[in-house]
């Protein structure tokens, strides 16, 4: 596509359920990244995946939270028993390589709100 | 730890004005650094990454700086228009791992007609 691209673009959900975001990245990049942006804030690493795998899963603040990239390319973000400061805009990104010092093309975010 | 200051939360400019934003940083040596625009309810758009063996970067009306001793870079906009309001995000990638980029919180710029 033209850009990476973010589904949906508000979730709002119960305390305590179970939610996916997905990402579909630029056509061809190997690199994706999941962000997660609170009002205010920059935003704030959770994963990087090269490829499939997640290279780097550090910024995951707790095992309800998981990723997937099952065939490199689109990405869902799952969290689970969701907790309200959970509350944020997740954002994904993707770049032609994962070396860092390349250009990151960001979606628009999804807000997902926990209530 | 790494830390990422970015002055002030929000600056505000009249139209046609050089509008210049702070990133300061410590505890750490980046290789490179870059800057990012966001909108509200967008996601970050990159405009600029330099080098820690470049001083100076240019970009239309945009220009950066990178002075690794003060660890600081210094981020320009010349001959402001209202269109350049937004939030102005620096990042550099994580000391732990250059996969991830660390952001500072920005600087919400406003340029005033």
């Known amino acids: 596509g033209a850009g990476v691209s973010q589904t949906p673009s508000n979730k709002v959900t119960e305390k305590g359920k179970y939610v996916e975001l997905r990402c579909d990245p630029i056509?061809?990049?190997?690199?994706l990244y999941w962000y997660r942006q609170s009002l205010g804030q920059g935003p704030e690493f959770l994963i990087y995946?090269?490829?499939?795998?997640?290279?780097?899963d550090s910024g995951l603040p707790n095992d309800r939270f998981f990723a997937v990239r099952p065939e490199g390319s689109v990405s869902t973000l799952k969290i689970q028993r969701t907790e309200r400061g959970d509350s944020a805009v997740y954002l994904c990104?993707?770049?032609?390589?994962?070396?860092?010092?390349?250009?990151?093309?960001f979606g628009q975010g999804t807000r997902l709100t926990v209530v | 730890s790494q830390k990422i200051e970015q002055n002030s939360e929000a600056l505000n400019i009249q139209e046609g004005k050089t509008a210049t934003l702070t990133c300061n940083y410590t505890?750490?040596?980046?290789?490179?650094l870059q800057w990012y625009r966001q909108d509200p309810g967008r996601g970050p758009v990159f405009l600029l990454l330099?080098?820690?063996?470049?001083k100076e970067k240019r970009k239309e009306r945009l220009k950066v700086t990178f002075d690794t001793t003060l660890k600081q870079s210094l981020f320009h906009i010349t001959a402001s228009q209202p269109a350049d309001s937004a939030t102005y995000l620096c990042?550099?990638?994580?000391?732990?791992?250059?996969?991830?980029?660390?952001f500072g919180s920005g600087t919400q710029l406003t340029v005033l007609p």
């Open positions: 995946f090269q490829g499939t795998g997640a290279a780097d």
């Open positions: 990104a993707s770049s032609s390589t994962g070396t860092g010092a390349t250009e990151a093309f």
């Open positions: 056509s061809g990049h190997t690199a």
């Open positions: 505890n750490y040596s980046p290789a490179y």
């Open positions: 330099i080098r820690e063996n470049e």
């Open positions: 990042a550099l990638p994580f000391s732990g791992s250059a996969r991830q980029l660390t």
